[in-house]
């Protein structure tokens, strides 16, 4: 009977010893299951970061690609206006020398009521700033110690024949300074605004477009 009992208790413990085996193993299941999901919870965490970022620098990317068209644009106008203002340019050349050097400009015949060549492009750029006097800011300007200014002139009845340089103002403020208290700076080294800048400037450009151009193509690759 003891024999039995001893028998019967042996089992009993190898029985324990088993299902604690067996939960043991069950747990370290467990366990391993919740760190996988962990780490799928983080790559996916990580995964939907990622995408985020990606998708922030396509929208920026997209954003200075439209910039970079309407930038292209804009250069591509420019062209066209330098192009269409090039057969001008000796004209544009004339009108300046004349300015710096304080001659009056001769534009036309008055007694036959016709206007020569540098005539009809004054003409066309003339601004009236009031009753006798004009000025023409889109045609050409000087950068000087009192800011980019341009010059005025008389030009009585409005008639375009003839202009005389009677003082410079100042683009921004609009503020008039003599011509005497200026004319040392208006010299061809302090032009602005000039064909030959432009064109350089457009240069420029095309070599700055091209630069973002081939950013946003390693970008998207």
Known sequence: MQ?????????????????SQMNREREKKIEAVNDEICNKNVTLSNLDYE???KQSQL??????????EQFQESVEKLKIYISSYLPLSPLIEEYA??????????????FRGLLNAIGKLLKF?????????????????????KGEVAPVFS?????GYNYRLVAYRNLVTKEQYSVES?????????????????????????VFV????????????
């Open 210 to 221: 091209k630069e973002i151009q081939n950013k946003i193509k390693i970008f998207k690759r």
């Open 3 to 19: 024999e039995e009992i001893r028998t019967s208790d042996i089992d009993l413990f190898a029985t324990k010893a088993v299902i």
């Open 97 to 110: 020398n004349a300015v710096e050097r304080g001659e009056d400009i001769e534009a036309g015949n008055s």
């Open 125 to 145: 750029f003339k601004e009236l700033i009031v009753n006798g006097l004009c000025w023409f800011p889109r045609l050409m300007r000087w950068n000087t110690s």
């Open 51 to 53: 995408i985020a970022v």
């Open 155 to 159: 030009d009585y009845h409005n008639e």
């Open 59 to 68: 929208t920026k990317c997209e954003e200075s690609i439209s910039k970079l």
């Open 182 to 206: 200026i004319e040392k700076e208006i010299t061809a080294e302090n032009r602005i605004g000039t064909l030959k800048q432009l064109d350089q400037g457009i240069i420029s450009r095309d």
